[in-house]
Each structure stands twice: as C-alpha cells, then as structure tokens.
C-alpha cells in the first residue's frame, strides 16, 4: 500500500531554513506528481509545492515563491521541500501528497518558526 512518511521538521527562527523530506513507498514513484502542503489550526490544507513525476516544471504558491524549492530524488523514492527566508506565518503542520487512485498522505511534519 501507498505509504508516505515525511521527516525535517522542527523549531527554526526567522531567516532560517528547513529541509523536509518523505520517503514514498507502495507505488512506482517515478510516475506520479508528488506535492507538499500545508495546514494550520483552523484553516484548510494549502498547497504549497508540486514536482511532475519526472522533474520538470515545478509549481509554488505566491506566498513561498523564491524561498521554498521542492526536488526529488527518484532512486531514492524520495521528494525534499528546502525551505529559505521562513517567517513565523510558515508555521504548520507539513504534509507530502500523491493522488494514485485518490488523495494519499503522510503524517505531517510541525514546522515552526519563531524567535
């Protein structure tokens, strides 16, 4: 079965930065788009990155534009979201997302940024 286990997250401050990863595992990674979200208490989940099945053309939202950079590694089953520049309004729970017959997620990763 589709599993998706995300790491990396924790406690950084203003201008720091964060490395996530998540581990895929259950399909052919390879073929899928993969994406990253995120949500904050009360607020729906937001997409934030996405990165087509071979690389290629990747998709931000306007809010993380120029400071967040989604990659993968297909070898290693793998999608990393390097976060730059963060701001205490990129605080929330991080999650990776495949649609392979329907809507997969990880458990999320806490990112919080805060002085």
């Known amino acids: 079965q589709v599993q998706l286990v995300e790491s990396g997250g924790g406690l950084v401050q203003p201008g720091g930065s964060l490395r996530l990863s998540c581990a895929a595992s259950?399909?052919?990674?390879?073929?899928?788009?993969m994406n990253w979200y995120r949500q904050t208490p009360g607020k729906e989940r937001e997409l934030v990155a996405s990165?087509?099945?071979?690389?290629?053309?990747?998709n931000y939202a306007a809010s993380v534009k120029g400071r967040f950079t989604i990659s993968r590694d297909n070898a290693k089953n793998t999608v990393y979201l390097q976060m730059n520049s963060l701001k205490p309004e990129d605080t929330a729970v991080y999650y990776c997302?495949?649609?392979?017959?329907?809507?997969?997620w990880g458990q999320g990763t806490q990112v919080t940024v805060s002085s």
């Open positions: 990165i087509p099945g071979t690389g290629g053309t990747t």
């Open positions: 259950g399909f052919t990674f390879r073929r899928y788009s």
């Open positions: 997302n495949a649609w392979i017959n329907g809507a997969h």
